[in-house]
């Protein structure tokens, strides 16, 4: 794709997401709803360490993307800059790749089903998140932010989730890791079809070497390791060497990237290893609120490959004023896990669309702990 090209797909990108703010009752000013509450007097609440994180990643978001495209710019190169987006390639847009898909997709959800409706007229942003090793997805896991409720649900779904795709029937091939093939859209096609055909709108993929970049340039990450994990195999690429010991550590980059990586000794398999990251993962953005946010955010860009625009990453942000640390709650996708190879993970639909309408009602339930359940954790 042309480099003409890019910016005209850019362009469109503005006026879709401009579209789409007026429509939820928003001007181009961010800064004034169109609809007004009603005055309150009530005494205004100190901001939270949450709120902090967020106004901080605009500014140094805006600071950083100012410095790139220099003083001269206009508002919409500003607003559709992908600080993301790497010179020497190309980064596919969800939006765009897949249109082609979208009524395939939307026939997944029964109109009859009270799901329907609430995914129809939800103000959420879905974001896939994505490690990847070489042509396969290490970790998958689905963002749903909930402008409205001020709420975020994170759904991880297991990498060795069967997913059959046409043409691919070796026994690997048939696992939901593979679909990835160096594309995202690949895979967010794959999950939004295991997930009741919600929308996803916007990716992110890091490979394990920028996440060693990123938990360094934090300071690393406190984490409780369960067991002692040791595990070695030279002929993986790169070669793996796994030797951590049992206990509360913080843990470098390096040694971040082999908690991740470790999956051959959780009784649960996979799925313990799906719990384990969840932990990492809510560790993480602890730390993140502890540390210079401006370090941090210029290595993310550095190393993390997303559709997200400058013009997105505002408006998701302003959404998220007044979210508190409580509200992010992550679930497991509903399972039933295979014991014998290849291990498969098989989604349960009837569990995987009530996991949905809970999430999109904004209410949650006490913890589920059946086999291939609902399991959520605040």
Excluded: W
Aim: aromatic share 8%; glycine share 6%; hydrophobic share 35%.
């Amino acid at each position: 794709m042309s480099r003409s090209e890019k910016k005209q797909r850019a362009l469109e990108r503005a006026e879709r997401t401009r579209q789409r703010e007026m429509q939820n009752g928003y001007t181009e000013d961010t800064s004034q709803p169109t609809l007004q509450s009603k005055a309150t007097t009530k005494t205004k609440k100190p901001a939270s360490a949450l709120q902090i994180f967020f106004k901080t990643f605009v500014i140094a978001f805006a600071v950083l993307t100012a410095i790139s495209l220099g003083a001269t710019s206009v508002y919409t190169k500003f607003m559709n800059f992908n600080p993301f987006e790497k010179e020497d390639q190309y980064t596919p847009i969800i939006v765009d790749e897949m249109d082609n898909d979208r009524e395939e997709l939307a026939s997944l959800v029964d109109e009859n089903s009270p799901l329907y409706n609430q995914i129809k007229d939800a103000d959420r942003a879905n974001v896939l998140l994505l490690g990847v090793n070489g042509n396969l997805t290490d970790t998958i896991m689905l963002v749903s932010f909930d402008r409205e409720n001020k709420k975020v649900d994170v759904i991880s779904i297991p990498r060795d989730t069967y997913y059959h795709r046409e043409g691919y029937n070796g026994l690997a091939e048939k696992k939901l890791n593979a679909a990835y093939k160096g594309n995202p859209v690949n895979t967010a096609k794959a999950v939004s079809k295991i997930l009741c055909g919600i929308p996803i709108n916007y990716y992110a993929v890091i490979k394990y070497e920028g996440v060693e970049n990123i938990v360094d340039s934090m300071g690393g990450v406190p984490v409780n390791i369960p067991f002692n994990m040791k595990y070695d195999d030279p002929y993986d690429k790169p070669p793996l060497h796994i030797n951590l010991k049992k206990g509360e550590q913080v843990l470098d980059g390096k040694h971040a990237v082999q908690f991740l990586r470790y999956r051959h000794g959780y009784t649960e398999g996979d799925m313990g290893r799906v719990k384990a990251q969840q932990e990492f993962m809510k560790s993480a953005f602890r730390q993140c609120l502890s540390f210079k946010l401006p370090t941090v955010t210029k290595t993310v860009f550095e190393n993390v490959d997303s559709d997200i625009t400058i013009g997105t990453a505002l408006s998701l942000a302003k959404g998220a004023a007044g979210i508190s640390s409580d509200s992010i709650t992550t679930y497991t996708m509903p399972n039933t896990l295979d014991p014998d190879p290849p291990f498969y993970v098989y989604p349960d639909a009837d569990g995987i669309e009530e996991m949905i309408i809970q999430i999109y009602s904004g209410k949650t339930s006490e913890e589920q702990t059946t086999d291939g359940a609902v399991s959520q954790e605040q």
